[in-house]
């Protein structure tokens, strides 16, 4: 059974930092491609950043250069390192998974992964 299970959400100032961990079971982790998305209430969930089984990644505009996506097929686990974080970064966070490639136009779209975590929250509050 594929289990994902995100954590490292909480409360953070404007321009803080947060790390995001995704831990992955049940599945060949190596194979599958990952991402990290986002959903706010009465939104649709937004595609951030996501890396394939090759180990390329994709990032939203909106992230870039702020976020970075990181896999480690060792431990089986997935992080996003969140830097320089603002009002708007408020959300609930999930990780998706997906066996194989999923090339970049397609990396960032929810309905391109077939599992999810339940989710952390992050809030970007002073």
């Known amino acids: 059974e594929v289990q994902l299970v995100e954590s490292g959400g909480g409360l953070v100032q404007p321009g803080g930092s947060l790390r995001l961990s995704c831990a992955a079971s049940?599945?060949?982790?190596?194979?599958?491609?990952m991402g990290w998305f986002r959903q706010t209430p009465g939104k649709e969930r937004e595609g951030l950043a996501a890396i394939d089984n090759y180990g390329d990644t994709s990032y939203a505009d909106s992230v870039k250069g702020r976020f970075t996506i990181s896999k480690d097929n060792a431990e089986n686990t997935l992080s996003l390192k969140m830097n320089s974080l603002k009002f708007d970064d408020t959300a609930m966070y999930y990780c998706?998974?997906?066996?194989?490639?999923?090339?970049?136009?397609?990396?960032?779209?929810?309905?391109?992964?077939?599992?999810w975590g339940q989710g952390t929250q992050v809030t970007v509050s002073s």
């Open positions: 049940g599945f060949a982790y190596r194979t599958y491609s």
């Open positions: 998706a998974a997906e066996h194989g490639f999923v090339s970049a136009d397609q990396a960032l779209r929810p309905s391109r992964y077939a599992y």
